[in-house]
């Protein structure tokens, strides 16, 4: 079994843990509350706003290469793709 770890054990976001402590909680009394994250994933930085066939999410070059090693691979992003790179549980 593969046990999440805690920000307390992720050296790397000791900064990260700094600002959102040293922020100023919000005075909610009543409703919903919405938290929005802005970050870069893979180099990306949101900064392109492609749709459709344009879209070009990251991809670990691991997946991409077995992906591509398969006889009929997968389209990305679906079931078949994500079952082979990310094979269920036994």
Same mark, same amino acid.
């Given at each position: 079994m593969i046990r999440q770890k805690s920000l307390h054990e992720i050296s790397g976001l000791a900064?990260?843990?700094?600002?959102?402590?040293?922020?100023?909680?919000?005075?909610?009394?009543? &409703?919903? /509350? #919405?938290?929005?994250?802005? &970050?870069? /994933? #893979?180099?990306g930085d949101g900064s392109e706003t492609l749709d459709g066939d344009n879209v070009r999410n990251p991809i670990p070059p691991e997946w991409r290469d077995l992906t591509q090693a398969q006889r009929d691979p997968p389209p990305f992003g679906s079931d078949r793709f994500f079952d082979l790179v990310l094979p269920p549980s036994p």
């Open positions: 900064p990260l843990r700094r600002l959102i402590e040293a922020s100023k909680p919000l005075d909610v009394r009543e &409703g919903p /509350v #919405a938290l929005a994250l802005s &970050g870069t /994933v #893979a180099g």
